[in-house]
């Protein structure tokens, strides 16, 4: 037998149920009933392996698929999407070995992705820095790169000369400045910058 010590409101009908000794999990308005949940009751060994075993895990992979196929995300990502939604960490693990058994997640094809499509305009620095920003590991980014058609960094630096009509030629000091500090906060090297523009 299971004490419940708390049922805890998270929205007009979802609760966080809180067990004593244990994570507490979600259920809503329709299972609380369903499962005579309140609190100071018991809950009996049959419902709580029931929740446990069959409910909990099946709801955790159909919200994990729900964010999917609203988007491409990483395991960081997904695994942020679930915690806020109040799964307990070893639901959370189940639903992540889930995706991945289907490859529908693949932080590397994630990588591939995001770099393929942000190419032209952002240097590898910058990208890595992004990508690190979405839990991508450095090892992971590494073998996108690998994969990814990338420019070298010279004509992503032509691209944004184009992009922003800069004349070497015709530039003052000011403008050459400006332009250079725009490119570096790209993250683009000054050598590399000035081996553009000689």
């Known amino acids: 037998m299971h004490q419940i010590t708390g049922l805890e409101s998270v929205s007009a009908t979802r609760w966080l149920i809180h067990l004593e000794g244990e994570e507490p999990f979600p259920l809503n308005k329709t ?79 994630y990588a591939v992705s995001y770099i393929d499509y942000r190419k032209d305009s952002r240097s590898r620095l910058q990208l890595t820095s992004e990508l690190r920003g979405k839990g991508v590991s450095r090892e992971d980014i590494e073998k996108a790169f690998e994969q990814a058609d990338v420019p070298d960094e010279e004509e992503q630096i032509r691209y944004w000369q184009q992009k922003r009509r800069y004349h070497p030629e015709e530039a003052s000091p000011k403008e050459r400045e400006k332009f250079y500090q725009f490119l570096m906060r790209k993250g683009f090297s000054l050598s590399v910058i000035r081996r553009v523009f000689g």
């Open 31 to 109: 299972e609380v009933e369903h499962y005579g949940i309140r609190e100071g009751a018991f809950l009996g060994e049959e419902a709580y392996h029931e929740i446990m075993e069959k409910l909990l895990p099946k709801k955790v992979c159909q919200r994990a698929m729900y964010f999917l196929l609203k988007m491409d995300r990483t395991e960081f990502q997904l695994r942020k999407k679930l915690r806020d939604s109040l799964f307990p960490e070893f639901l959370v693990d189940y639903a992540i070995d889930y995706v991945k058994s289907f490859h529908y997640i693949d932080d590397v094809r």
